[in-house]
């Protein structure tokens, strides 16, 4: 039974670059939440997207976008990367959009920049 | 503004000890609240949801929304037990507190 799977699990990168984190679904699930995980803090929530389209945004520089394909997976782009965007990135999805739907997680990409 | 406190960063319990994890939040509407865990390198999962008001590996946790608490209960931890444990607010998109760890000593 696979789980939401994230790629890569590990990535390094310099202040100025581009990064590219992607997320794969459960299999059915429709709804795909991007989050980020500070050393030392809880999840913080970046983007949902459900049935392709954006359907919540968080608190973050519109440095950061995202994307869903028509097979439900989706990718998160962090432009012009900063030393404070080193983070667990972590994906989770959902069969629907509506509230409280029991979130599955992924096990994290861990984003350091350099 | 939404937010979900975790006033404990880490919680020491023996075994067989009762445990209490808190969980404070700030909504205006109706909150919909959760409790996640993360076990050693495991992911992050749910444990129990406040409109389920179900009992999970013996945990138990009751919205009181006169002092806006959710706090996580088990009358007699084990050290299975031990974890990260994050509340979480679900607002429009699901806000997680600082989380606290809960360390079950033999």
């Known amino acids: 039974d696979a789980g939401v799977t994230q790629s890569p699990t590990h990535l390094i990168k310099t202040r100025g670059q581009q990064v590219t984190l992607r997320c794969s679904p459960i299999?059915?699930?429709?709804?795909v939440s991007w989050y980020q995980q500070v050393l030392g803090q809880g999840p913080q929530f970046i983007f949902q997207y459900y049935e392709k389209e954006e359907r919540g945004r968080g608190n973050f520089p519109d440095r950061f976008s995202a994307r869903q394909f028509p097979n439900y997976s989706s990718e998160l782009n962090v432009n012009a990367l900063l030393l404070g965007d080193s983070a667990l990135y972590l994906c989770?999805?959902?069969?629907?959009?509506?509230?409280?739907?029991?979130?599955?997680f992924g096990s994290g990409t861990q984003l350091s920049v350099l | 503004a939404q937010r979900v406190t975790q006033p404990e960063k880490l919680l020491s319990v023996f075994k067989g000890a009762p445990v209490e994890l808190k969980c404070n939040y700030s909504y205006s509407g109706s909150p919909e609240l959760f409790w996640y865990v993360q076990y050693s390198r495991q992911r992050l999962q749910l444990l129990l949801r406040?409109?389920s008001r179900e009992s999970i590996k013996g945990f138990t946790a009751d919205l009181n929304k006169g002092e806006t608490s959710f706090h996580l209960k088990k009358p007699f931890a084990q050290e299975e037990d031990s974890a990260m444990y994050y509340c979480?607010?679900?607002?429009?998109?699901?806000?997680f507190g600082q989380g606290t760890e809960l360390s079950v000593k033999p």
């Open positions: 989770a999805s959902s069969l629907g959009e509506t509230e409280g739907e029991k979130l599955f």
């Open positions: 299999s059915g699930h429709k709804s």
């Open positions: 979480a607010l679900q607002g429009g998109k699901l806000i």
């Open positions: 406040h409109i």
